[in-house]
């Protein structure tokens, strides 16, 4: 059977190139690197050739600022945990309402905690208005911003580099963390340029074709933090725990792989098989929608409402095909709920349980998307059959549902 | 996580999408019985139509020959739907008998679902029931006076709304959790999707924990976990201290805002007009003033440079040292 791969903001396949530079150090170079015999000397400077990388993928960034972690949901609860622990004076926290679950749960549990917390709202393009940001803002009373740079779901860009300014203008003091898990490699980003007044950022390898359980905090020199994760010596005393070698050795090469693929063609391709995509599904397909603007979203992500229909049924006929993709409908997601992200945007129910995100990536060819759009629009044509909401001699919807739904 | 379908369950499921010979797709014009369960806004959804072979002079005989759906829903739900019709047909039933048939009948038929899914099996129950119940309308069959106990579709609307996010009564719910055995708040989740979006009605007073208590008797509580959420709030309001008052009285924030007005109304703006500009303040927070430049002004090269030299520099001059102009 074919095997398409759209899911890469899930997570990405890893890079061959990243597992010959991981294989040695889960072999025979498995000594900690904290030891003093001269053989942990490898592991010791292995980690020490990846930070370097990671320093100069940020924009040249000070050793001291990057903190490995276990992946970018720990990068996010040290962030928000640490800079809430160091502030005690300051109570108020500003997030959005579609952030990753790894701030958004954590924001949660800092309102448990007591501090009172702001979660911005999104229009239905997903976009957060700048005013109410400048109005949430609270000279002296905020201790932290954390707002992510691109959206996992419908891949809609923030202008955090403005937020962040905003923030610095206003109390220098409140800190700014951006969760820029998904737009690492995908989107510019420089901690000593458009992003200066950022203080913390999160990323994870296992989204740049690295492997999974390895991630990085970025905290800027001086920032008010305390340590989240406590015990051994490693980083400064900032992050507990013997280092891993072989994911920190793969996420510093998955990183130069960056590199070498924004040099060359590979995010333009990405973009023109996601248009590709797009335009087709819109053709061949009535009534779907895309969720998310249009300018400012992610080269590889789409994520498409098809009215009437539940979006698991949808994956499953993906997936007898060999495609692989995911859905913000309440029967992919675990619990009952439908995507917190689809919903915050006020897409219509009708509309959220039949949501489908494409995400690709870097190895997806021009076959893969031609398969795709050969197969996608009978999976839904057969669903919609069987849909009471769909008028099965017309071919259309129902009428009252058209009214009920706004389309 | 996969599929953790049965394999029953993914061939009734495909066999329904690709519209294979002998599936029960569609609905029956003018049926004999007509039920529905379940909203698009939750989720699934099912229309169930059934035809039955008239019995000349008693309509407790009527045989059920015929069943049909339509689904809005996952795998699941569309294979219980299938699962249900063919369950009814194969066994020749009349209405009253068809009843019988449980979410069971259709999970045993499905060879089993995932327990997360076991609600999927009770929406086909539910709809095969309201379906009956119409028959039973339309052919003059009193049910009640046949001793069945049937909780009607009313019972909806009746009694106090327990789970907002699926419309869900203590009539309803405490009716369910009895005829399915529901021990626990995650079995009445999986089987009556009670409590399963936004949690709130879990623990509150009245709400599914008290009616597991009233159902079963408090001693059979088993999950006595506390609170797990509180609900976002989307319009914080914006409490600006004014505890810390300093010595020295300080203009308020509504006095401020009026001065700023001004001074921007009599000798700020007419200077940006002169070049087809124009301001707007977007909010002021102390002596931070948060301004827009809009019109030709917005586009403008050395917009920074006029917020800072010339509108702070103005702002500063007249009405307090302290202010601070931030471009938004």
């Known amino acids: 059977m074919k095997k398409i791969y759209l899911d890469n903001n899930a997570t990405t396949p890893i890079a061959s190139e990243v597992f010959e530079a991981m294989s040695p150090f889960l072999k025979e170079e498995f000594y900690n690197p904290s030891s003093s015999y001269k053989f942990a000397d490898i592991p010791a400077k292995t980690i020490a050739h990846s930070r370097d990388i ?86 002296k009373e905020t201790l932290l911003v954390s707002i992510m740079h691109a959206n996992n779901e419908t891949g809609v860009i923030y202008p955090v580099e403005t937020f962040a300014r905003l923030t610095k203008e206003t109390d220098a003091e409140i800190l700014f963390h951006s969760d820029a898990t998904q737009s690492i490699g995908k989107l510019p980003i420089n901690l000593n340029e458009n992003f200066i007044n950022v203080d913390m950022l999160s990323m994870s390898a296992h989204k740049v074709h690295g492997p999974k359980g390895t991630g990085v905090l970025f905290i800027r020199k001086g920032s008010c933090w305390r340590p989240y994760l406590i015990g051994g010596h490693q980083e400064q005393g900032r992050r507990a725990g013997t280092e891993n070698v072989a994911g920190i050795t793969g996420l510093g090469r998955a990183l130069e792989l960056v590199w070498e693929h924004q040099a060359g063609p590979t995010l333009g391709k990405i973009r023109r098989l996601r248009d590709k995509l797009e335009n087709a599904l819109i053709e061949k397909v009535p009534f779907i929608k895309i969720n998310g603007s249009n300018e400012n979203r992610l080269p590889n992500t789409l994520n498409i409402s098809c009215h009437f229909i539940e979006g698991e049924g949808i994956l499953y006929q993906l997936d007898t095909h060999g495609i692989s993709a995911s859905s913000g409908s309440a029967c992919t997601s675990g619990s009952l709920e439908p995507s917190h992200v689809l ?49 099965q001699e017309k071919n259309c919807p129902r009428d009252e549902q058209l009214i009920a739904t706004k389309l | 996580m996969g599929w953790q379908y049965s394999d029953k369950t993914k061939k009734l499921f495909m066999d329904a999408v690709q519209g294979a010979p002998g599936t029960h797709l569609g609905e029956i014009p003018s049926p004999d019985g007509l039920g529905e369960h379940g909203s698009i806004a939750c989720g699934d959804a099912i229309k169930f139509t059934f035809k039955v072979d008239k019995h000349a002079s008693d309509p407790l005989k009527d045989v059920i020959v015929l069943a049909k759906y339509l689904t809005f829903g996952c795998t699941s739900a569309i294979a219980s739907s299938e699962a249900l019709c063919s369950i009814i047909e194969q066994k020749r039933l009349s209405p ?44 003059g069959v009193d049910l009640r006076s046949l001793g069945i106990n049937i909780g009607t579709h009313e019972e909806i609307d009746e009694g106090r709304l327990v789970c907002q996010c699926f419309s869900l009564t203590d009539v309803y719910l405490k009716r369910k959790i009895k005829e399915l055995n529901l021990q626990t708040l995650d079995a009445i989740t999986h089987s009556l999707k009670a409590g399963g979006a936004c949690q709130a009605c879990k623990y509150k007073p009245g709400g599914l924990q008290d009616i597991l208590n009233e159902v079963w008797g408090s001693t059979n509580a088993n999950n006595n976990k506390t609170t797990k959420e509180e609900s976002m709030s989307h319009h914080p309001d914006h409490k600006h201290s004014t505890d810390n008052s300093e010595e020295k009285v300080e203009a308020s924030p509504y006095q401020l805002g009026k001065k700023v007005e001004n001074v921007i109304a009599e000798k700020i703006r007419p200077l940006l007009q002169r070049d087809g500009g124009d301001i707007e303040v977007v909010d002021i927070k102390d002596y931070i003033i948060y301004c827009q430049l809009q019109g030709a002004c917005s586009g403008c090269m050395g917009a920074q440079m006029t917020l800072k030299m010339m509108v702070e520099r103005i702002l500063k001059e007249d009405i307090d040292q302290r202010i601070k102009v931030i471009s938004v």
């Open chain 1, 54 to 139: 990671v320093c100069r993928f940020l924009g040249n960034v000070s050793p001291k600022e990057v903190l490995f972690t276990s992946g970018a949901t720990e990068s996010n609860n040290a962030a928000i945990f640490g800079a809430i622990k160091a502030n005690p004076s300051r109570r108020h926290i500003i997030t959005t309402t579609i952030e990753h679950p790894a701030v958004l749960e954590v924001c949660k549990e800092a309102k448990r905690m007591g501090l009172e917390v702001t979660f911005l709202p999104v229009d239905s393009n997903g976009e957060i208005s700048t005013r109410a940001f400048v109005q949430a803002l609270r000279p």
């Open chain 1, 343 to 391: 919903r915050a945007m006020n897409v219509p129910f009708t509309a959220i349980h039949g949501s489908v995100r494409f995400s690709l990536g870097r190895y997806n060819s021009e076959e893969d998307i031609n398969y795709v759009i050969k197969v996608f629009p009978e999976i839904i044509s057969n669903l919609r059959k069987i849909s009471p909401y769909w008028n």
């Open chain 2, 96 to 139: 009253v008998d068809a009843l019988k048939i449980t979410n069971q009948d259709i999970v045993d038929f499905l060879g089993g679902l995932p327990e997360q899914k076991i609600h999927c099996s009770v929406m086909g129950a539910e709809a095969l029931e309201a379906a009956v119940i119409d028959w039973a309308q339309k052919r």
